[in-house]
């Protein structure tokens, strides 16, 4: 019994919730022991913060709504002005029809603006 007090004691006291429940029944769900909300809410935060960095280094592809987002443009200018500049990315027709949707791919993008910093001249 004594090696089972040390270990105890080696890990501090434990703390009682509201309920009763001790601080190990408050994180263990399932357990009968309520789901701290704190602990919810840092792993929601956790699981936001690896979809941001997994698709934050994907590329994406972009139409001409996501593009003038981007920009912070119209659409109308997308269309009628950013795409038709020399170096602007090849679109990406995932129909393979001529008249189907075109798709950007986001870093081409992103280059594309880099690129054409402080103006528009030829590339």
Do not use: C
Not at 60 to 86: C, F, G, H
């Amino acid at each position: 019994m004594k090696k089972h007090s040390d270990r105890r004691a080696r890990r501090g006291s434990r703390l009682t919730a509201p309920d009763g429940a001790t601080d190990h029944q408050a994180r263990a769900p399932g357990r009968g022991g309520t789901v701290d909300p704190t602990l919810t809410g840092i792993a929601a935060g956790l699981s936001d913060l690896m979809s941001f960095l997994q698709h934050r280094y994907m590329p994406q592809l972009w139409d001409y709504r996501d593009i003038a987002k981007w920009m912070q443009i119209s659409e109308t200018t997308v269309k009628m002005r950013v795409i038709n500049q020399p170096g602007f990315p090849d679109p990406f027709i995932p129909t393979g029809n001529e008249d189907g949707h075109r798709r950007y791919f986001s870093d081409d993008v992103i280059a594309f603006a880099r690129r054409r910093r402080g103006g528009a001249k030829a590339v």
